[in-house]
T-cell receptor, first 114, second 108 residues
Framework: DAGVIQSPRHEVTEMGQEVTLRCKPISGHNSLFWYRQTMMRGLELLIYFNNNVPIDDSGMPEDRFSAKMPNASFSTLKIQPSEPRDSAVYFC????????????FGAGTRLSVL | RKEVEQDPGPFNVPEGATVAFNCTYSNSASQSFFWYRQDCRKEPKLLMSVYSSGNEDGRFTAQLNRASQYISLLIRDSKLSDSATYLCVVTPAQDMRFGAGTRLTVKP
């Protein structure tokens, strides 16, 4: 079982640049979650999808952040333009509704915006 | 008030010690409860589910008190490999609400 796959693992970019993070959920899972983790704020839910439809995006910090899920096996989180305060680890997780919604996390993308 | 609050820690204990973590949650409609473990620079991983009757998995015991909206995790005979951050997780709906985590360091 491949698990949740995220890419890239590390991203270093300059302020103002566009950043795209990618996620492939576990096959058969129908919910996908994007989180951001920092030392100061802990693990924050940004947005989640159910059956490819965004259900709750109240955690998205501002309009610079957008997320898409064009199909059941792929999602992106885009930041445009990026700012130094966006530096964090971004996790993607997936779950199957009905299996107690247990979430399985990818290894994360460590983003540094200079 | 945060939805899920945990002991801030850090907890520094010697090998073999028993250590307990507590967690409270605010949404009384929450249905499922879990403890996740996160190692340094790694992703959170499910440690165990928490059931109303309490449940045990080896050295780990989890308990839930719905009336008090309180969850606990007890680790007996702690090992060096137990050093990690332990996240309390509550599921009010389809999504999960994570506590800030309690950091545990087990020392030789």
């Amino acid at each position: 079982d491949a698990g949740v796959i995220q890419s890239p693992r590390h991203e270093v970019t300059e302020m103002g640049q566009e950043v795209t993070l990618r996620c492939k959920p576990i096959s058969g899972h129908n919910s996908l979650f994007w989180y951001r983790q920092t030392m100061m704020r802990g693990l924050e839910l940004l947005i989640y999808f159910n059956n490819n439809v965004p259900i709750d995006d109240s955690g998205m910090p501002e309009d610079r952040f957008s997320a898409k899920m064009p199909n059941a096996s792929f999602s992106t989180l885009k930041i445009q333009p990026s700012e130094p305060r966006d530096s964090a680890v971004y996790f993607c997780a997936s779950s199957f509704t009905g299996a107690k919604n247990i979430q399985y996390f990818g290894a994360g993308t460590r983003l540094s915006v200079l | 008030r945060k939805e899920v609050e945990q002991d801030p820690g850090p907890f520094n204990v010697p090998e073999g010690a028993t250590v307990a973590f507590n967690c409270t949650y605010s949404n009384s409609a929450s249905q499922s409860f879990f403890w996740y473990r996160q190692d340094c620079r790694k992703e959170p991983k499910l440690l165990m589910s928490v059931y109303s009757s309490g449940n045990e998995d080896g050295r780990f015991t989890a308990q839930l008190n719905r009336a008090s909206q309180y969850i606990s995790l007890l680790i007996r005979d702690s090992k060096l490999s137990d050093s990690a951050t332990y996240l309390c997780v509550v599921t009010p709906a389809q999504d999960m609400r994570f506590g800030a985590g309690t950091r545990l360091t087990v020392k030789p």
